[in-house]
Nanobody, 126 residues
Framework: QVQLVESGGGLVHRGGSLRLSCVAS????????MAWFRQAPGKEREFLAA????????YYADSVKGRFTISRHNAKDTVYLQMNSLLPEDTAVYYC???????????????????WGQGTQVTVSS
C-alpha cells in the first residue's frame, strides 16, 4: 500500500490557476500509475486525468482537456495537476489515486484504484 498526501488546494478566482501536488511514500513510486479525481458535494467522484508510471501516456476527461495537465516527477515521488482557466464548477475536493497498472478501459473508474489520498479542497469563486 502506498500513502498519498495532496496539497496545493485553496481559494481562487474564476480564470485563475492552481497546481496540486500529491506526494507518495511507503512503496516504490514507479510501481504505480497515478490519477486525479474530484468530488463535489452531492456528486459522484469524477475522473480528471491519469498518467503511466514513466509518463509516456496520459488520459484526460473531456471536461478538463486543454485546461488541466497531469505530470509526475519520479525522483520526487510526486504527481502534479496543473489547473488553468478555473471555473466555479471546478469547486470540489481533489484526490490523487494510485493503481499498479492503469487500463484504458478502466481509467475513469474509481474502483480501479486501490490507494487514495485524503483530498485537498479547491474553491473557485465567481
Amino acid at each position: 500500500q502506498v500513502q498519498l498526501v495532496e496539497s496545493g488546494g485553496g481559494l481562487v478566482h474564476r480564470g485563475g490557476s492552481l497546481r496540486l501536488s500529491c506526494v507518495a511514500s511507503g512503496r516504490r513510486f514507479t510501481d504505480y500509475d497515478m490519477a486525479w479525481f474530484r468530488q463535489a458535494p452531492g456528486k459522484e467522484r469524477e475522473f480528471l486525468a491519469a498518467i503511466t508510471w514513466n509518463g509516456d501516456r496520459t488520459y484526460y476527461a473531456d471536461s478538463v482537456k486543454g485546461r488541466f495537465t497531469i505530470s509526475r516527477h519520479n525522483a520526487k515521488d510526486t504527481v502534479y495537476l496543473q489547473m488553468n482557466s478555473l471555473l466555479p464548477e471546478d469547486t470540489a475536493v481533489y484526490y490523487c489515486a494510485a493503481t499498479s497498472q492503469v487500463s484504458a478501459t478502466m481509467v475513469a473508474v474509481p474502483e480501479h484504484y486501490r490507494d487514495w489520498g485524503q483530498g485537498t479542497q479547491v474553491t473557485v469563486s465567481s
